[in-house]
């Protein structure tokens, strides 16, 4: 089941960061930071799947030399609480191939990010070694100011507006979804809130009600179940950090186990639907048998699946798997309160200023 997933944060020296550090780090590679005198070297790193830099056609040429890019970044900021740079995180669909992924990421940056005046540093993440095999991911490193053909301008303020950052949420909605169309797969993701997409799902759901289709309302109403979920939890830079190397803390804890169970919904959301789908199907079967068949029969069969067939069976799997995923939820909670509090210091502690 395909997630949606964009967060966006700022790279900033002001929390010990670094643009150099943090390019060299998603890339894989081996920086040198002039400013300081550091060198970031992460040759050895695994995971790392596709990395480019996208800029305007105008752009000079080293734009496209990851090292040179991010030291002039950093020697354009001369404030010791400069903001180097802005960074985007999004899951990518499994169901895609690599090819495709790629492709959609690149598509996306144009589109919302270079065509603005940005560059764009792309590095696209496998799964790590350890913990859910669907997590491909991409960060993408973009520039605070424009760049001209002579180099940096002044930073674009309206690049953080608030209007601006959900532009970008719907964009990646709609092209991740096009990518998925593309590829011929049903499955589609939202960039609105769940309990926003489950109000529309059960208004949908009452309007097929009322004027009497039953496919269009148990494939609403399956909707409707599937969305009835805790929305994944925000991660910490730290946390996300040791999410990637494969170290195992609370945060990174919990965050999994909400995605488990997010992806356990969508599993029983679409068994029902299954159900829901041979259901109709025996309806439709049964009207095409019959010879004569009366001007309601269509209503007598729903009636009478409705009464105490499908539709009983459906609402007593939904209140067990509600019931069961109540209780583990109330018993990890006690767990897990006070293992957070006594992980928290160790999360920024071991946040490197990546």
């Not at 590095?123 to 790590?128: D, E, F, I, S, Y």
């Not at 979804?177 to 993701?189: D, P, Q, T, V």
Request: with cysteine.
């Amino acid at each position: 089941m395909a997630i949606y997933h964009l967060r966006a944060s700022m790279i900033s020296r002001s929390a010990g960061r670094s643009a150099t550090g943090a390019a060299a780090y998603r890339s894989g590679e081996l920086i040198h930071d002039a400013r300081t005198g550091l060198d970031f070297d992460y040759r050895a790193r695994s995971g790392v799947t596709h990395v480019e830099i996208l800029a305007p056609d105008h752009a000079p040429e080293w734009v496209h030399d990851r090292s040179e890019l991010w030291n002039r970044v950093e020697a354009a900021e001369t404030r010791k609480n400069s903001q180097l740079a802005r960074e985007i995180r999004v899951a990518l669909p499994a169901e895609l191939s690599h090819e495709a992924r790629v492709e959609l990421v690149r598509d996306f940056c144009q589109r919302s990010f270079v065509d603005r005046g940005m560059v764009a540093d792309i590095a696209l993440h496998a799964p790590g070694l350890t913990g859910d095999e669907r997590n491909h991911h991409a960060h993408i490193l973009l520039t605070t100011r424009e760049i001209g053909a002579e180099g940096f301008t002044a930073k674009n303020r309206d690049w953080n507006a608030v209007a601006v950052l959900e532009d970008w949420r719907e964009a990646w909605a709609q092209d991740a979804n096009a990518a998925l169309e593309r590829a011929g797969h049903a499955l589609r993701i939202d960039h609105r809130t769940l309990e926003a997409q489950r109000a529309e799902a059960l208004e949908l759901a009452a309007e097929a009600r009322e004027r009497g289709d039953e496919a269009a309302e148990l494939a609403q109403t399956v909707r409707a179940v599937e969305l009835d979920r805790e929305p994944l939890p925000q991660l910490s830079l730290g946390a996300w950090q040791l999410k990637e190397r494969g170290i195992e803390v609370a945060a990174v804890r919990v965050w999994q186990e909400v995605r488990a169970r997010a992806l356990e919904v969508g599993r029983v959301a679409q068994e029902l639907a299954g159900h829901a789908r041979d259901w109709l199907g025996r309806v439709a079967e049964r009207t095409l048998e019959a010879l004569e068949p009366a001007p309601d029969a269509w209503g007598e069969f729903f009636a009478e699946a409705a009464e105490g067939g499908l539709r009983d069976d459906l609402s007593r799997d939904l209140d067990r798997e509600r019931h069961e995923m109540e209780q583990a939820e109330r018993s990890r909670q006690q767990e897990l309160v006070k293992e957070r509090e006594a992980h928290a210091r160790r999360d920024d502690e071991l946040d490197h200023g990546l």
